[in-house]
């Protein structure tokens, strides 16, 4: 619990007010003690509850539902066992280093989070939102993209400091597919940069309402998507791509020798990167807290609506656009089993990379057909970059083969003739 | 004066991470420090109001350079990196002379320093040094709402040259990279095992951190 404080307590600046700034202070206080102390814990606690409850639907049993109704009370209960449990730390560790990396995750996963704009706030002079988030700052991708690299540290951290061949492995592994991940979910973004003009992520949003055309209707925008969405899922370390946690190869991977809430710690940052990447999408694709094809929320603001209305509102629709993301995760996690660690490298370097450098490509011809004054008009960009997302994702599976088969030769004598080294573990059907 | 405690907390905390990259002995340790020295450096960013700047130094520095240290540290060494080292002793005078030289140099450099409109460093200021802080011509205003964009154009028109040079450096390094990588996979195929095909990613590795930095950058 100690360690959870000090993570938490991490994220923003610390209660040194200065009597003039009174209140920037106090609502950073209030996102500090009510956001990142209650909400976001218990999101991930019922997320977890969810996971478990979609995980049995696909399975075709039940899931938790002994504790309270519907199992409701689960994700308490099991954070009470995790916090009262012994917390172990092997004898050859290296204390400090062992320590320290679920709180570098945790930091991350929370950090992420602070630029996220979950609603709409007010307006401001010119009419633009103003947000309603924790900081909204000028850079606040990058700030984003900045914090989330701090997570293959606390990976890597956490399998060095174990001792233990199979957290070495794991950690291995984590580092090399977060640090390759990380390209095509950065590059992935640089079209919605170029389209919005600003890196801040209230503005990206901003602009989606406003032209009412989310980027995800745009062509290349959906190209985009798919590739921000499918690097996320390797971000977070879901399953087609759990090879640092794979249980079925290397026991636990990184965190094979962590024990209670230091697990749980590990658990929670998993969660909450979850939550971050699914809010990301959110932001950058589906408009944030908006309605498709019109400006809803922000036209009622316009109007003189109220603005705790519309913030309810905007919070609404983003959760529901974030709660769709997360159930996607669950439901590919269900369903596909887990790639080979060389599948994993080519499917990033060679199909995920090169197809969101030509993305950008395109994306700029969207900018200079339909954004820019006296262009040929959106309906005629649309058509035009429609047709060079299709070419380019055909030649992508023709010629590159989407990176996922084997070259024969060299690679061929390093993996076994078996069909797959992966095990299906949620989908094995359980008939009786 | 809040700014000043601030400033001179993370300077002091900086002093010291970097004293402990220097003296640590275990090697994965003395690259926490560093990891630790760079944050407080992008602390500093902070501090002089240029976030864009700490964020590019958190993701460049942590995200990458740290990053590729590790690995180097694990593909070289003894993996579990236990060992401590130590250099030879003839090496630390040298070191020692070289390291108060640099320190000569860039103390007067910094002390000596102009800048481009002919006022006096920051070093010799009382007030705090930052870029944005304090005028209000509209450059410096255009700072303070978005740093990006400024950097950009500034790197695209003024620095043009240094930006090109340093991506044809960078392309030169993915480019030998790849190529080293792919002559010791052609030369040594890896044991037929479960384990081979994990450590035979390993060259790869070697050459993606590379690629990331450069794309990064």
Redesign the interface.
């Known amino acids: 619990v100690k360690i959870t404080s000090m993570a938490t307590t991490a994220p923003g600046p610390g209660p040194?007010a200065?009597a003039s700034d009174a209140i920037p202070w106090l609502t950073w206080f209030l996102w500090l003690a009510v956001g990142f102390f209650a909400i976001f814990p218990f999101i991930v606690a019922y997320m977890v509850w969810a996971e478990r409850k979609v995980a049995g639907r696909f399975q075709d049993r039940i899931g938790p539902n002994r504790v309270g109704p519907f199992g409701l009370l689960q994700p308490i209960a099991d954070a009470l066992k995790l916090i009262t449990k012994e917390s172990i730390v092997p004898d050859a560790a290296?204390r400090v280093?062992h320590l320290?990396a679920p709180v570098l995750m945790m930091i991350s996963a929370f950090l992420v989070l602070a630029v996220i704009p979950f609603g709409f706030g007010s307006l401001d002079r010119a009419n633009r939102l103003t947000g309603f988030l924790p900081a909204d700052?000028?850079?606040g991708l990058?700030?984003l993209?900045?914090?989330s690299?701090?997570s293959?540290?606390g990976i890597?951290?956490a399998g060095?400091s174990s001792?233990n061949k199979f957290a070495?492995?794991g950690g291995?592994?984590g580092?090399?597919q977060l640090?390759?991940y990380?390209?095509p979910q950065?590059?992935s973004a640089v079209p919605i940069l170029l389209w919005a003009g600003?890196?801040?992520l209230v503005r990206i949003v901003d602009q989606q309402v406003d032209s009412g055309l989310w980027n995800v209707f745009i062509p290349p925008g959906f190209l985009a998507f798919g590739i921000l969405l499918i690097a996320s899922l390797a971000e977070v370390n879901r399953t087609p791509f759990d090879l640092p946690e794979a249980e079925s190869?290397i026991i636990a991977g990184f965190h094979t020798e962590y024990s209670a809430m230091r697990f749980g710690l590990f658990f929670l940052a998993e969660y909450l990167n979850m939550f971050g990447v699914a809010c990301l999408a959110t932001t950058l694709f589906l408009g944030g807290g908006s309605l498709p094809f019109g400006s809803f929320p922000k036209s009622l603001l316009l109007s003189g609506g109220s603005v705790l209305l519309v913030n309810l509102i905007a919070i609404g629709i983003f959760l529901a656009k974030v709660a769709f993301f997360v159930f996607l995760m669950f439901w590919v996690r269900a369903t596909l089993p887990r790639l080979?660690?060389?599948q994993l490298?080519n499917f990033a370097?060679k199909a995920l990379?090169p197809l969101s450098l030509a993305n950008v490509l395109i994306a700029a011809v969207w900018f200079e057909m339909a954004l820019r004054p006296g262009g040929p008009g959106v309906l005629w960009a649309w058509l035009a970059t429609a047709v060079m997302v299709v070419l380019t994702v055909y030649l992508a599976i023709k010629g590159l083969n989407l990176g996922l088969k084997t070259v024969p030769g060299?690679r061929r004598?390093?993996?076994?003739p078996e069909p797959t080294?992966a095990i299906a573990a949620p989908t094995a059907t359980t008939t009786v | 004066v809040i700014l000043r405690v601030l400033f001179l907390l993370t300077a002091s905390l900086g002093v010291i991470a970097a004293l402990g990259t220097v003296l640590a002995r275990n090697l994965v340790h003395a690259a926490l420090f560093l990891v630790g020295f760079f944050f407080v450096v992008a602390c500093q960013f902070v501090l002089l109001d240029a976030e864009f700047l700490a964020a590019i130094q958190v993701l460049i520095y942590i995200g990458a350079v740290a990053i590729l240290i590790l690995f180097g540290i694990m593909l070289t060494r003894n993996v579990q990196g236990d060992e401590t080292t130590s250099g030879p002793a003839i090496g630390r005078l040298p070191g020692a002379f070289a390291a108060v030289a640099i320190l000569a140099v860039l103390v007067t450099g910094i002390v000596k320093s102009t800048s481009p409109g002919g006022r006096p460093s920051w070093s010799s200021q009382v007030v705090r040094p930052a870029i944005a802080a304090g005028s209000d011509d509209p450059r410096s205003r255009s700072i303070r709402t978005g740093m990006a964009p400024v950097v950009g154009v500034e790197l695209l028109t003024r620095y043009v040259v240094a930006f090109e040079v340093a991506g044809l450096l960078l392309t030169a390094a993915v480019v030998g990279a790849i190529a080293l990588a792919h002559a010791s996979a052609a030369a040594t195929p890896g044991p037929g095992s479960g384990e081979g095909s994990a450590s035979s990613s390993s060259p790869d590795g070697e050459a993606e951190p590379a690629g990331a930095e450069a794309l990064v950058s």
């Open positions: 040194v200065g290296d280093v320290l700052l000028p850079s990058l700030f993209v900045a914090v690299s701090l293959p540290l890597f951290l060095w001792r070495l492995l291995m592994r580092v090399a640090v390759s990380e390209i950065v590059l600003s890196l801040s190869e080979r660690v060389d490298m370097w990379v060299a004598r390093l993996i076994l080294t």
